[in-house]
């Protein structure tokens, strides 16, 4: 700026009166600084009246900034209280009615008394610039400024370099800083409070410190802009280098498959209508593909996930079958027996047609090896019409083998669930997830804790897989699980669980089995004609009884099988037309001497011997208890491999008998001058568990009174301190064990009465069930002569009325007075 323009506009100053209202121009987004031109356009009909009065008179008018810029009609309280005031240079009307103004500040005025009429605002103004101090402080002010500015201006390209010669040669500070400001780039109320300031000094400090730190960011942004130019120019070479690879292998032939592979790639994403989610991932990962060179490791790892994103069923279903009557004729013609599983699964059908919302269910069908949990999951699915895959739990220690291993590892594929999704090809198969009950868990996680997500209803409607790494619908899956015990699969994921206990088959279910359908089978299976083979139902009950020992019938089956390779044998020797009666002789011939003694009771009452009844994974057996009377001081031996519970047990209904032998005829010699053995056979197998507590019971008192335990009778309760006889479990397997060994009377405790039901309805016909609550009920209907037992004369009076009809069923009268009682037997 030439001196005469300085002096032009201290003369300019110097014409403004202080005392006169100016219009007033409200400004939108920005603000004027003295000595700043700046051309303005104006289309508010008040502004362009303020324009027009200011041109009529010295072509003075206020410029004052709003607060807010949406505002249309600023009132005083809308604008800042500081503003500039300027001078029109040049005025031009536009067509369509506004205004382009040029303008230039002279001098920052505070504003006051605000008339706000029809026509205009106008204000009076006071002036607020304050004289520049000079020296050498002021010098120093100047120069770090023009410094700070010069920095400015080489990391700013949107400011031209000559704005910092045309400041270099101001050397009025007031001046020099409102055309640095009038250049920075800062936000509008930063711009006016520095506008406010009055004091040159003050005014450039503040400039100081803002273009400082605009600087800092400014080198931040620059290194990092560095950064990511350089990367992507790496990109570039990369993609420039692949571009001239694929023009190379065109030219030689060879680049067309890859392409092609491309797009198959996307060509197949389309058709998988995939969810939005793996739509996008997969999207994303073809992208990435195309950049990659197909040589490297990482395109194979993007290939392999894009191709199982593709290749998991989306959409694809199957019809639900849901003909009742055809469900049920699948499951009757694949098992025997079953009915509470496959009623529950005619249920499920029912709701299927009556509901098309019902979520997949969720089975545990809990059973001892060998009964068919396993093939009646393969059966269901049939019946609905549904694929069918399986999954063997035993042994899983590993969470990932549930949710997979993250893409970051080497060799990294989904999870046995998504696996096991892309087997079946459809959304809504079933699941049979095999010996849940035999997970265990280590260092690498818990699957049983992965496995609650994908059996819970509520939450695998969103399963996320690590290496897949998006949602995937699970809900319309059907679960079956299945296990030997109960106890033993984690109490979070049996509650997500609908539990169906399946018990051991009975030696008639079996007979069934075998006659229906496991010797068809092994007829056809060994090439024979059912011509070759007559196997009679007496020679299939002698194979169930003498050479097999299980739940189930996979034994069974096995056995059959080697009698036909026999029969083959000889149908192969002999001519087709052979033809094999097979009976006992003919069993121990081919399969050699019998392997197994079903339990049987004993032949006549004896002292300290009684019918115990044992549950085991196998079925029910007969469990003799024995106890014999040693020299001693009265201390109680248990052998016969027991375990710690059956000791306790034991140890209870030792300390019952004595704790009552007042009121039994106990031989008080015996218990204080003699040991007690207590052995229950057979010793090498473990034994466990509370129910043997009143058979032992008995035994003792039994052994201490002298009086024999009756033969025909089995016994099985937890016997308690006071006498209480507490419920067992695995009564119906008990039971048949008690029906086989042919046992009549069984004793049971009496919260167990509600579980006969479960019993066969002909086991029930021949069998007599006595529920008792108590140990002298128990010790009354055991021993052989109760009257002998008791001392308490009226206790056993009321005894034989409680249990009146069993006595005379086993011919048993009492006669005498209430002074003398007699049981004959």
Known sequence: MTWHAVLGRVIMRKNIDFAKNYPLLPLRDVVVFPHMVIPLFVGREKSVKALDSSMKGERLIVLATQRDAHISIPDKDDLYEVGTIAEILQLLKLPDGTM???????????????????????????????????????????????????????????????????????DDLSHLSDVIASHVEMKIAYKQSILDIGNPADRIQKLIDFINGEIEVMYIEKKIQGQVRKQMEKTQKE???????????KELGQGEGEIDEIEELKKSIEEAKLSPEARTKAIQ????????????????????????????????????????????????????????????????????????????????????????????????????????????????????????????YVGALPGRIIQLMKKAGTVNPLILLDEVDKMSMDFRGDPSSALLEVLDPEQNNSFVDHYMEVNYDLSQVMFITTANVQHKIPPPLMDRMEIIEISSYTEPEKLNIAKNFLLAKQIEENGLRIENLDYSEDAIFYTIRHYTREAGVRSLERVIAKVCRKVAREVVLNGIDFKKKVDDAILRQYLGPIKFKYGIKEVKNEIGLANGLAWTEVGGDILNMEASLIKGKGKLTLTGKLGEVMQESAQAAFTYIKANQQFFRINDEYVRNRDIHLHVPEGAIPKDGPSAGITMAVVLGSLLSGIPVRCDVALTGEITLRGKVLPI??????????????????????????????????????????????????????????????????KTRILYDRWKETLSDWKVEITGTDTETTVQM
């Open 100 to 170: 382009k103004v040029l303008v230039e500040g002279i001098a920052r005025v505070y504003l006051s008394d605000f008339a706000n009429t029809d026509e205009t605002i106008t204000v009076n103004v006071r002036d607020i610039e304050r004289e520049s101090e000079g020296g050498q402080d002021a010098h120093s002010l100047k120069k770090a400024l023009l410094e700070m500015f010069e920095k400015y201006i080489k990391l700013n390209k949107k400011v031209p370099k000559e704005a910092f010669t045309s400041a270099e040669s101001i």
């Open 239 to 249: 993609y420039y280098l692949n571009e001239q690879m694929k023009v190379i292998k």
């Open 285 to 408: 990962e073809v992208k990435r593909l195309e950049k990659m060179p197909p040589m490297s490791a990482e395109s194979a790892v993007v290939r392999n996930y894009i191709e199982w994103l593709r290749d998991v069923p989306w959409h694809k279903k199957t019809k639900d079958n849901r003909d009742i009557e055809h469900a049920m004729h699948i499951l009757n013609e694949d098992h025997y027996g079953l009915d509470d599983v496959k009623e529950r699964i005619i249920e499920y059908i029912a709701v299927r047609q009556l509901s098309k919302k019902l979520k997949g269910p969720i089975l545990c069908f809990v059973g001892p090896p060998g009964v068919g949990k396993t093939s009646l999951g393969r059966s269901v699915a049939r019946a609905l019409g549904r694929k069918f895959v399986r999954m063997s739990l035993g042994g899983v220690r590993d969470e990932a083998e549930i949710r997979g291993h993250r893409r970051t």
């Open 729 to 794: 479990g695995g009564l119906k397997e008990k039971i048949l064990a008690a029906h086989r060994a042919d046992i009549k009377h069984v004793i049971i405790p009496q919260e167990n009465e509600k579980d006969l039901e479960k019993i066969p309805i002909y086991v029930r016909e021949k069998m007599v069930f006595h529920p008792v609550s108590t140990m002298e009920e128990v010790l009354f209907l055991s021993l052989e002569s109760p009257d002998k037992f008791f001392k308490d004369e009226k």
